[in-house]
Structure formats: structure tokens, C-alpha cells
């Protein structure tokens, strides 16, 4: 490699690196907690409902949709209206979410979860205390939108170290054995030969958590793009271009059944009621989950008309909403058990030290030529 295409290199890892490491050691920081989150939330004392999956059956959904319509009437002192219906795969547990409006925010919603078995409420799902805050932070730094489109730059910025990292690695392990650490010379190339030979073993490891990051940043967006596109195709195959909000909601159970006849023996995985960002103006939108560990993750929603209970479509997600689907147990390691959450973890602590030296690397750099 040419010495100017080694500087050329260098100076885009050393400043991809620098503006994306106080992000990413933040990141590291808050989605070290978060990859325990679900062991975190039995030590405080959530409520576990063992029995059969709510997403296979229990009591009417109709019932338990009206409960906590009274009980968002209670806690919010207006009327509301739903947005979500969320299912349990592995437990009794069913959640609803209300709002004052349809188009409610993230801000404006409320969770409410129940047994499904019994119908008997659980309580309302905590919006406030250490980590939902850590996951705030982690995902759009208590900024919205703008915080989670920063973290996708940070994310960028952060492939490039990666890869511009693995161009200036190369030529290196020519002239020095993989895995060298010279101990008999400086602090600094000691701390270069551990800087080196961490970042090759993560390699693997940080490409995947970066790149699912950034999809995950940009989830908004290409939410926005999947409505726009695949769905109002879904609505106007149809409905035509107008299609009109329901004048009343229909039986949530008679849409299920609906839409359960034409997905065979697949579990529903949550619906997303007329107006909200799952669905459109007039449709419970359905989405169900395939029955492998894989295709768990994938998702095809089922369009419901939410007066009529008559099916309006099917269709699969497109590449990028699948991508995104798969993109969040990646990166958070949640789809192995505790053992891959632990060597998560384990990899989340090397790679805060990777940052550090790469900084520390840096800063001596600086003294030194100030010196």
C-alpha cells in the first residue's frame, strides 16, 4: 500500500473514530443493562404469568380491550383510544396500549397489561424509573427523532473506523505475527498491539451491533416509507384512494378470526388499530410471526377492515422492514438465552475498552507532538 493511501486511511480512522467515541461508549454504557433487561425486570419483581401463550387464545379480546378502556378513562381522566394489542408468545400476559388520538405520540400512549386467562388486570406498564430511561437514552437520547438520526451518523461513522481499521491492520500483520504483543517496548505500542489485536477479535461482533444499530436508527423513516408504500398499495387495492376512516370499530375478535383463517396456524404477534404507524386509516392491521426461531422475527401483517371484520390483504413486508424486524435480537443479543446475553455483555465491555485505548492512543499522539 502506497504511503499516501496509508495516510489517507489513517485520517479516516482516526476521525471516524474520535467523533463517533463518546456516542458509542454512551451506547456501550446503557446497552450493557439493557441486554439483561428481561432478568432485570424478574429481580424487581415483575409479574410472571405462566400458561398457555396469549397469542393462542384466552378470553375475548373485545372484553379485555374494553377493561382497559375504562382503566385509561381512570388513570388519564378523558376518554382514549386504542392503539395496540400486543400478544405473549411464551405467557398469559396481553397488553394495550391507549392514547388521547389515534396519531398519538410515543409520549402521549399508556400501556396497560392482563392476564388473559382471567381477564384480571396486571397493572399499568411503568413509562418512568432506570430502564426505560437507560433505553431512552440508548435509542434517540431523550431527543426523539433527531437523537435516533444522530446515533444512525454515529453508526455510520463508527463502520467506517471498522473498516478503514481492517485496511491499516492488514499490511500490519505482514511484518508482525497475528496476535503479537510486544511487551518489551513502549507503553504506547503496547497499547497499540492490544488496540490492534482487540479490534481484529471484534471484528465480527462490532460490524454486526453497528450495522443493526443504524437500521434500528433510521426505524421511523423506514416505517414512514413502508406506509406510504406497501401499505397504501394494500388499502387502495380495495378501497381505491379513499379510504374512509370506520365509522365505529368493529369486533377486534371477529377481525382475529378473519385473519387467523387466512395466516393457517401462525401467532399473532400484536395489532395496530385504524390511524396509528402499523396501520392505516380504516384497517386493523394483524401482524403474525412465523413459527421458526428465524422467521419469529418476520412479520406479515394482515389488513382487517375494522367495521365490516371483512379481510381486505395480505402481503409480506418488503426487504428493509424485514431487515429492520431482524435487525433489534441482533443486536441486543436477546434471541439465544442468558448464555449469548452474557458473551454479549463480555464483548461490550472489550469493545469500551477498544474505544478507550483508541483514545488514549490518540491523546498520547497529541502531547507528544505538542511536547
Partial sequence: MRAGSIRAWAWVHTWSSLVCTLALLL?????LPLIFH????????????????????GRPL???????????????????????????QDSLLITVTFGPRPD?????????SYDRATGRSVGEVARHGIMPLLLKL??????????????GVMGLLFLAAIVSGVVLYVPFVRRLAFGTLRFDRSERVRRLDEHNLLGALLLGWTLVVGATG???????????????????????????????????????????????RAQGGLAPQFVGFPGGSFSSTRHYAIFFQGDTPLTSHVLTPVLVDAETAHLSDVRAMPLSMQALMLSKPLHFGDYGGLALKLVWALLDL?????????????????????A
Fill in 27 to 31: 451506547l456501550c454504557v446503557t446497552g
Fill in 38 to 57: 428481561d432478568e432485570i425486570d424478574a429481580w424487581s419483581g415483575e409479574t410472571a404469568l405462566a400458561g398457555v401463550a396469549s397469542a393462542r387464545g
Fill in 62 to 88: 373485545d372484553a379485555i380491550v374494553a377493561q382497559a378502556r375504562a382503566d385509561y378513562a381512570r388513570a388519564a381522566g378523558a376518554q382514549g383510544v386504542p392503539l395496540f394489542v400486543g400478544f405473549s
Fill in 104 to 112: 398519538a405520540d410515543e409520549a402521549q400512549m399508556r400501556l396497560f
Fill in 138 to 151: 440508548h435509542t434517540d437520547l431523550l431527543l426523539g427523532l433527531p437523537g435516533m438520526l444522530f446515533l
Fill in 214 to 260: 443504524v437500521i434500528n436508527a433510521f426505524a421511523d423513516p423506514l416505517t414512514a416509507l413502508w406506509r406510504q408504500g406497501e401499505l397504501a398499495q394494500m388499502v387502495a387495492a380495495r378501497h381505491g384512494d379513499a379510504a374512509l376512516p370506520p365509522a365505529r370499530y368493529g369486533s377486534l375478535d371477529a377481525a382475529m378470526a378473519a385473519a387467523q
Fill in 350 to 370: 472489550a469493545t469500551i475498552r477498544v474505544l478507550w485505548s483508541g483514545f488514549a492512543l490518540w491523546w498520547g499522539k497529541r502531547k507528544a507532538r505538542a
